[in-house]
Each structure stands twice: as structure tokens, then as C-alpha cells.
């Protein structure tokens, strides 16, 4: 594998209240409230709705694992950096780097040297009627199935020529 520029992890080990704000600092300042986060030249989005814990939703899907109720991971809350990273300075000159369209709309965008999955679904702005990217979420891929599952998906398209 190539090696990678890309920043370094937050240093987050643990969960706890103070955590969990330094990601949402990161968040907002570098995605959530960045007008200048695109990818294939439209705008990328997030929900800016708060969640129960004064927290935007786009952020608690991030940072957190649905058992049964969200909970917030560590793996998951230091990797926000990476995130504006894969999405501003990766491309497709970087071999690490694919991008799996997924039910037409949805965008699964896997840099395979760190296996770390940003999905995006692609939208159009019912005001304003222009496209734009919603990220849904952005996740460490730590199973083994869902890894096969993006390397399937990989292998179909390629063979497919879809893109």
C-alpha cells in the first residue's frame, strides 16, 4: 500500500463527556460548518438537527455504534480528521482510495489503507433545487463480513464498469 499523509487521529481513548466534545469541536469547525467540504464538486451536507444530547445527528452517527442505543466508540470519535481528509485530498490517483456507487444515490467512499468507510447519498435541495452530498456516516470497518462485503461490491463494479 501507498503510504498516506492523512492527519493524525484525535487523541481520544475513552468516552467520557470532555471526549466526546473535543470530536464535536473537531466536527463542527473542520465538516459540519465547513462550506468549502465538497466531493465530485457539489457541496457535502450533515443533518444540523440535535440529537437528545445537543449534539447534530450527522455527528452521533459518526461517532457511535447502534446497539440497540447509540454508543459512542472511541475508534470511531478519534478518526473525525480523517474524514475532510479522504473527502478533500484523496482521488482517484490514489490506489487506497475507491469509491463504490451503492443503489444508484449512495456513495461509499473506502480508503482501504486505513479501512475507514464515509458514505454519502446524493440529494437535491427542494428550495434551491441544486444536488449536494448528505453525509450519512463514517465508520472504522472492524468486521471482518463487512469488509468482504465492500471488497464484493468493489469486484462487481469493476467488472461491471459502474461508477
Not at 475513552?14 to 465547513?34: F, G, L, P, Q, T
Not at 452517527?61 to 442505543?69: E, G, L, N, P, T
Not at 449536494?132 to 463487512?146: E, G, N, S
Request: aromatic share 10%; net charge positive; charged share 30%.
Amino acid at each position: 500500500m501507498v503510504n498516506c499523509d492523512r492527519p493524525s487521529k484525535l487523541d481520544i481513548n475513552d468516552v467520557r463527556i470532555e471526549s466526546v466534545n473535543e470530536a464535536y469541536k473537531v466536527y463542527k469547525s473542520k465538516i459540519s460548518d465547513n462550506p468549502s467540504l465538497t466531493f465530485r464538486n457539489l457541496p457535502v451536507k450533515v443533518s444540523k438537527q440535535l440529537d437528545y444530547n445537543l449534539k447534530e445527528q450527522t455527528f452521533e452517527h459518526i461517532v457511535s455504534r447502534d446497539m440497540k442505543a447509540r454508543l459512542y466508540d472511541p475508534n470511531r470519535l478519534n478518526k473525525i480528521p480523517w474524514i475532510i481528509h479522504i473527502l478533500s485530498c484523496c482521488n482517484t490517483n490514489c490506489p487506497n482510495y475507491v469509491v463504490i456507487n451503492d443503489r444508484k444515490k449512495e456513495f461509499v467512499i473506502w480508503c482501504k489503507n486505513e479501512n475507514y468507510v464515509i458514505i454519502l447519498e446524493q440529494r437535491t435541495d427542494k428550495i434551491t433545487r441544486r444536488d449536494y452530498f448528505y453525509l450519512k456516516t463514517a465508520y472504522p470497518v472492524i468486521y471482518p463480513d463487512k469488509l468482504r462485503q465492500l471488497q464484493k461490491k468493489e469486484k462487481n463494479q469493476n467488472e461491471n464498469g459502474r461508477n
